[in-house]
């Protein structure tokens, strides 16, 4: 993680020197993020739900285009790590007892595109709004099994696994504020939505002979805490 924020750094003031230009801002953002996910089950004898909400990281440099006083672009590139996890039960018609929940670790490269609307409401602080879409490439992805009923079956090791599509899209709304530190320097605190709109599991790569989640349509949601610095040039 080290390695990838000094990465994050010296690439913002890089490409800050190369484009200086009027309009264009670069900065840093810091996202806190709350996983989840909702899925569908076909001709399943299972039935499927979250394991819960759990907590994420994100951080990485972005570019911002001011096209109007009250209107701009940003692109970003973010790497993230997320959870999240997938309890599995059995219907009533199905007479073997089947409690197990599959928790995942996974990477991405994450870059929104966003529009954002920034109006006064008083010195120094403007209210934002904004919307966008975006894309998750997987970098990498781990999981583990646990029976429920048997804690002991399976290992508590994270094993690395190709269960899960290796890109990722999504839609983005959000709001927040701004806080115009100097004419040239500006904090911004978003709060967003960040909704999955293709299927992120891949039902004939299920290399975990131990699992039998098979046909099933999982899509990944969060709620994010975008916390920005940037520096208009």
């Not at 992120?200 to 290399?207: C, I, R, S, V």
Request: proline fraction near 3%; hydrophobic fraction near 40%; charged fraction near 15%.
């Amino acid at each position: 993680m080290k390695k990838i924020l000094l990465v994050s750094v010296v690439v913002l003031f890089t490409i800050s020197g190369l484009f200086a230009q009027k309009g264009i801002s670069f900065g840093l953002r810091a996202i806190p993020t709350l996983n989840f996910t909702s899925m569908t089950d076909g001709d399943s004898l299972y039935s499927y739900a979250s394991s819960g909400t759990k907590m994420g990281i994100g951080f990485g440099p972005s570019i911002r285009y001011k096209f109007s006083d009250n209107f701009n672009v940003d692109v970003s590139g973010i790497f993230t790590w997320q959870k999240f996890g997938i309890n599995q039960t059995n219907e009533n018609t199905n007479p073997l007892p089947v409690d197990r929940t599959e928790d995942f670790k996974v990477q991405y490269l994450q870059i929104p595109l966003n529009f954002n609307g920034q109006f006064d409401v008083a010195q120094d602080f403007q209210a934002l709004i904004n919307f966008g879409v975006g894309t998750g490439i997987k970098l990498k992805s781990s999981r583990v099994l646990t029976d429920n009923s048997n804690p002991q079956l399976y290992s508590s090791d994270y094993q690395t696994t190709s269960v899960l599509n290796f890109i990722d899209f999504y839609l983005t709304a959000g709001a927040g504020a701004v806080y115009n530190i100097e004419d040239n320097l500006h904090l911004s605190l978003t709060v967003q939505y960040n909704n999955g709109i293709i299927d992120g599991w891949l039902n004939n790569h299920n290399d975990n002979v131990f699992s039998s989640i098979e046909d099933l349509t999982l899509k990944h949601k969060n709620v994010a805490f975008s916390l920005a610095f940037y520096i208009d040039l």
